[in-house]
């Protein structure tokens, strides 16, 4: 009630010194979490005109009948969000009553709270910054006014882009979303309002790019080989997508098939992948691994000299002929010795 008076005297001085501003961003909440702006028909005037003693009664902020009399502009304790009412603005309860202060010194208010534990929010979105609970809830609006709420984009989760913001509103079951503008220069979010309730910034997520490769760096070791020699075929994998994925890397030989391999390769990262070919027949054999390109050759093998003709053992032979003839000649005297 002190913080009452103090700013009723507040208003009174500044109307005496020639004026009031054309808005109004005086916050009494108490703390940084919670602010209650207030609008009452009597402390607030525009500014007097006239001289002397008989100039023009002042004018009321709000009317007796909830009108707005001027453009004003409330701020939360934050400032972070802010409401903005255009002169001819009408403003009235949940129960229809005008918007306005009766017969009595209490004020009337228009609060802007964080709320402590917000609902959550949608699916594949988030709650960006804070929720904030405006009242007096259900009061309604008309023409609408606008409310704008700040968002700074270096806190902004990397999932989630700041063209993609706009601000909602929860219906007691859900999150409704609002016609808004974003503001990339100024980092603001935007909309028109017609009732108070819970609003909140939300972000959608964006879901991470699926997996996305490329191949490249096609080597063929060695370029030549002989029958039956393995050729090394190395290919490198890259993921250049969003998510960890899996690939197939096939291997053809003279535009067959020749074999295939399954490589994980994480984001952003490169995997090299490798292949071991052996062929037997001499020539040229082409080889494509997704669209790269290259060849090895299998040289034919020499041609195998004659096995080699043992040495003619010439001693041996001219023994055995002679033994032969020694043998003839024995048996020849003893045949004849005998005839005698």
């Not at 760096?217 to 020699?229: A, D, M, Q, Y």
């Not at 292949?275 to 290259?294: H, I, P, R």
Request: charged share 15%; hydrophobic share 40%.
């Amino acid at each position: 009630m002190q913080r009452v008076v103090y700013a009723f005297i507040l208003i009174i001085i500044l109307a005496f010194l020639g004026g009031f501003p054309a808005y109004l961003a005086v916050g009494w909440g108490g703390g940084s979490q919670n602010v209650t702006i207030t609008v009452t028909a009597q402390p607030v005037y525009s500014p007097s005109t006239g001289g002397g003693g008989g100039g023009a009664p002042p004018t009321p902020l709000i009317t007796n009948r909830g009108v707005f009399t001027k453009p004003a502009i409330l701020y939360s304790d934050d400032r972070i969000a802010k409401l903005s009412f255009d002169e001819g603005t009408v403003g009235r309860t949940k129960d229809g009553v005008p918007l306005r202060q009766a017969d009595t010194m209490e004020m009337s208010a228009i609060s802007i709270r964080q709320m402590e534990n917000p609902p959550p929010p949608p699916e594949d979105a988030c709650i960006v910054g804070v929720v904030y609970d405006i009242g007096p809830g259900g009061a309604t609006f008309s023409p609408p006014i606008t409310l704008t709420i700040e968002c700074d984009p270096l806190t902004l989760p990397e999932d989630v882009a700041e063209q993609s913001l706009y601000i909602a509103y929860w219906d007691g079951s859900k999150w409704v979303t609002l016609t808004s503008t974003v503001d990339t220069t100024a980092h603001t979010v935007s909309c028109q309002i017609s009732h108070f309730t819970t609003f909140a910034v939300i972000g959608n997520i964006t879901p991470p790019a699926p997996a996305a490769f490329s191949v490249s760096n096609l080597s063929i070791t060695p370029l030549e080989v002989k029958p039956k020699e393995a050729v090394a075929i190395t290919v490198s994998v890259a993921n250049t997508g969003g998510t960890q994925g899996s690939y197939t890397v096939v291997l053809k030989i003279n535009g067959v098939k020749e074999a295939e391999k399954s490589v994980t390769v994480a984001v952003g990262k490169s995997q090299d992948v490798t292949f071991s070919v052996t062929k037997e027949e001499a020539g040229s054999y082409s080889v494509a691994v997704d669209g790269l390109t290259g060849s090895f050759t299998v040289a034919a093998a020499p041609p195998q000299a004659p096995p080699a003709k043992p040495p003619v053992n010439w001693p041996l032979i001219g023994g055995i002929i002679a033994g032969v003839v020694i043998a003839g000649l024995i048996v020849f005297f003893l045949v004849r010795r005998r005839a005698y």
